[in-house]
DNA sequence: CATATTTATGCGTTTTCATGCCATATTTAT
DNA sequence: ATAAATATGGCATGAAAACGCATAAATATG
């Protein structure tokens, strides 16, 4: 068999498969893995497949997957991700909510940690897919497009049943008085549950939104545990949260 | 022999099989390799045919199967996805898999269509939110990085729950004997609880995936309602499966 | 017709290519 | 953490190609 011939046959495949392994090539073309390897570097440098690991795919198979995000990241955002990310340790289970913030902290995860994220935000979930170690779980319902999650009574159903160690939260206005708000009823529902369902409750937001109110009530302060900003915990701006109980990173 | 003879020799043979072997010709025709490699030289510098390590290829060889294929099957799969939009009526509630072939549904649906779509795979919920007047459901659970469906007991108890009136599957291998197979233990699983949730089904493939076997049993023919590929209802290649009482759109 | 000249072919030698094998990293899964 | 699978780079080997050269047949030339 020429060489060309099989580049084509393992091509033919990739297309039909999505997916080739090596070993099954090899095995399939009774040519040494070295040779198959080969092959697939080659196909690969020609921009006909994607060399991974054990095999390859196809290029129409991975394109799938990063459509949908692109969120400009701020470097406010990446602080709070940062933060956020430190205070998750292996084993624990990981209850959030959607948002920019969120994002950042999803992508400012440590490679090795392995836990188990739970959320119903589907920007969240792509994020948490990228991940190497960690368990991903979504949350089903109705899907909101303007807020790409899951709402309804199935998902506020599922959500009472889990017992997280940490939630956290990316929300929209907080205030001295009256704790968290929101201007979605549906997604306040959904936070509110989460807040029950953790063992600690983390709330992250920029700077700007903090000391502004929205229709709908969340929580009260409180609820909180811990409040994460892009602001040194000893800005005069976050002293009244200190003051209410609650820990400022 | 004459020089010119053997190259239309050659040539002719190249033309019917799409390949030679140097080291053939040359015991065939009962002249040195060199000579047939002289020859083979000259006819690539006339374009006639291409050269490779150990022989020569003929053109159609390389158009059919290398630059034609993924371009080729994406529009294969559009035709698939249009067949199969046209199935959908206003109203319906329609449970799909994952899988390139729903993709492409989902970005033939009309945007008229008002339906409610139920799924687990990510990448297929990620288009029908671009959708302005569809319903989508998504059903949650842990998430398979590898398929992006969300896989478990739960997703399965949920979709139980669930009467379609369409289901959608993409499939991978489909065969006159054996019916629909799958090389995931989990989504065939999964396909299985939606087939049996749902009135009609509809299985969606390219035409390279029938007659094909994976080693996990999903369904019987008997079991599927509508079968669509890229081609023509009136294909040899479908002909027994019409016979075994499928509707082939 | 004798003899250059071109063309086609084969042969040996040297390079290049394709492939397999192995020891050692690296990655992945358990 | 550990075992299994996979990747990498070097090396050996046989197969194919390239190159130069010799030869012989075909063709041209005076």
């Not at 129409?60 to 602080?79: A, M, P």
């Not at 624990?92 to 909510?97: A, D, G, I, K």
């Not at 992250?204 to 900003?229: A, F, G, R, V």
Request: charged content about 20%.
């Amino acid at each position: 068999m020429l060489k060309k011939e099989r580049q084509a046959y393992i091509l033919h495949q990739v297309n039909l498969h999505n997916k080739v392994l090596s070993s099954l090539l090899s095995h399939e073309i009774r040519v040494s893995e070295d040779t198959i390897r080969r092959d697939l570097m080659e196909l690969s440098d020609e921009g006909k497949l994607i060399k991974v690991h054990g095999g390859a795919l196809s290029h129409s198979f991975n394109d799938v997957i990063y459509s949908g995000l692109s969120v400009y990241s701020q470097d406010q955002k990446k602080i709070i991700g940062q933060k956020a990310a430190a205070l998750i340790q292996d084993g624990m289970f990981v209850l959030t909510s959607g948002g920019t913030t969120i994002i950042e902290m999803a992508r400012a995860l440590p490679p090795a940690l392995r836990a188990t994220f739970i959320s119903g935000s589907i920007p969240a979930i792509l994020e948490y897919m990228q991940h190497p170690n960690i368990e991903v779980v979504m949350i089903g319902d109705r899907v909101s497009k303007n807020a790409k999650i899951t709402i309804g009574a199935e998902a506020i159903a599922k959500i009472k049943n889990i017992n997280a160690d940490l939630c956290f939260l990316g929300i929209n206005s907080i205030d001295i008085k009256r704790g968290t708000t929101e201007n979605d009823w549906e997604i306040a529902q959904l936070k509110k549950i989460m807040i029950d369902s953790s063992q600690k409750v983390v709330c992250c937001t920029i700077s700007e939104k903090i000391n502004t109110l929205q229709p709908i009530h969340i929580c009260n302060l409180s609820d909180i545990d811990i409040l994460i900003t892009e602001l040194p915990p000893d800005s005069p701006v976050l002293k009244p949260y200190i003051d209410a109980g609650i820990q400022v990173l």
